[in-house]
């Protein structure tokens, strides 16, 4: 069982009047299996958590701590997360002219696994998860995100999931600029990570529609750099009708 704890985490990013804080004093417990739903407003704070635990160095930590079953994440590089198990699926993938989808994936896979796939059944897995997500079988020789539409990018990031099989993934508004086919299309194969692996889940939204195709176990309202409410499925049913406002005005 793999188990993710923050802790009072607080985070500041570089800005030119200085460090500004972000996260002021985050604490959040994520097991396997289970599937918790980061919401709030613009700004709030959400895609920081993100890059801050994949250890991102724009981001500063500057309090708390986290850890993945014990072991300090904070003092990992970022290759020893993802090799400990965490995955960042990012809100805007980035462009690598010149390196193929197809040795990207076996590249990453090896890397993690601490040997070569054998080339026979990579191949047949790969060709199995690009299928699942409607994806064409010339994707695999294209460069890494180079002239993607932003569905495409999206699709990538979950077949590096799909492939990867990570214990703890970290899903960045994968939501964020996708039609109403590629969302569903991205949350399936969200959800056939989920049945088929223990990995846990946080999933970073701003909206609600992700979450009804992905049913989270838990909900978390992020104001401001602080959870400012928990609950179940039920929560964000409320945010869809009430919206932010009445955690702003408390705020």
Do not use: C
């Not at 009072?8 to 097991?31: A, F, W």
């Amino acid at each position: 069982m793999t188990t993710l704890e923050i802790r009072d985490l607080h985070v500041s990013v570089e800005t030119k009047e200085g460090l500004k804080p972000i996260l002021r004093g985050v604490d959040l417990t994520v097991n396997s299996g289970e599937t918790h739903a980061i919401m709030g407003p613009n700004g709030s704070g959400k895609s920081t958590l993100a890059y801050s635990l994949a250890g991102h160095p724009k981001y500063q930590i500057t309090g708390g701590s986290v850890l993945l079953d014990g072991e300090d994440v904070l003092a990992m590089s970022v290759d020893e997360r993802a090799r400990a198990g965490m995955f960042l699926a990012m809100q805007y993938p980035v462009e690598v002219p010149g390196v193929s989808v197809s040795n990207f994936l076996r590249t990453a896979k090896t890397a993690i696994d601490g040997e070569a796939p054998a080339l026979r059944s990579w191949v047949k897995d790969v060709r199995s998860a690009m299928e699942n997500l409607r994806m064409d079988s010339t994707f695999a020789e294209r460069s890494v995100n180079e002239g993607f539409s932003g569905g495409e990018k999206k699709r990538h990031e979950i077949l590096q999931m799909e492939l990867l099989k990570p214990r703890l993934a970290i899903l960045d508004e994968t939501d964020s600029g996708l039609d109403v086919d590629a969302l569903r299309i991205v949350s399936e194969g969200v959800n056939r990570v989920r049945s088929t692996t223990d990995v846990g889940v946080l999933l970073i939204t701003h909206y609600t529609r992700i979450l009804r195709y992905i049913t989270p176990d838990f909900v978390h309202v992020f104001v401001d750099g602080r959870i400012a409410e928990e609950g179940g499925p039920e929560l964000a049913e409320r945010l869809e009708n009430e919206g932010y406002d009445r955690f702003l005005v408390n705020s």
